[in-house]
């Protein structure tokens, strides 16, 4: 299955692109690290599952406020 979220939808709570994309980082790695010491094989990216996770709010992104918007 393919997860394909609208940008906007993702970036709604005046989030910037710049955390958006470390926090994806941060949690694909998290979830391929957790997989790989369960020794289970994912079917699915990393990055996808992580982008997931935080469209549905599993993973709360804080961002200071001066970075806001770039």
Same mark, same amino acid.
């Given at each position: 299955?393919?997860?394909?979220?609208?940008?906007?939808?993702? $970036?709604?709570?005046? $989030?910037?692109?710049?955390? $958006?994309?470390?926090?994806?980082?941060?949690?694909?790695?998290?979830?391929?690290e957790e997989a790989e010491a /369960?020794?289970?094989? $994912?079917?699915?990216?990393?990055v996808s599952l992580a982008l997931q996770d935080i469209v549905?709010?599993?993973?709360?992104?804080?961002?200071?406020?001066?970075? /806001?918007?770039?």
């Amino acid at each position: 299955m393919k997860f394909n979220p609208s940008l906007a939808n993702v $970036l709604k709570d005046h $989030l910037s692109r710049y955390s $958006l994309v470390i926090a994806t980082a941060k949690h694909a790695r998290e979830i391929s690290e957790e997989a790989e010491a /369960r020794g289970e094989i $994912l079917t699915e990216k990393p990055v996808s599952l992580a982008l997931q996770d935080i469209v549905e709010g599993k993973v709360k992104i804080v961002e200071p406020e001066e970075i /806001r918007n770039i």
